[in-house]
């Protein structure tokens, strides 16, 4: 069932993909510099993120 769902929406996947693997090449430039400003404003985004789906303002 999973195969089917995955291949019927292979565009949208691929683009879902695409973007996490942007997000985790930011996040490993980010440790590889030591640079602990772009680590914090993940975190805070992270944070800021989980508290709105908590909240029901994200679905």
């Known amino acids: 069932m999973w195969r089917d769902i995955c291949i019927a929406n292979k565009t ?3 683009g879902e993909l695409e973007q996490y693997q ?8 980010a440790l590889l510099a030591g640079d602990a400003a772009a680590l914090e ?5 992270a944070r800021t993120m989980r508290r709105a789906w ?3 303002k994200l679905s």
């Open 54 to 56: 908590a909240e029901g």
């Open 41 to 45: 404003a993940v975190f805070a985004e």
């Open 12 to 14: 949208a996947l691929l």
């Open 22 to 29: 942007r997000q985790l090449e930011e996040l490993r430039q």
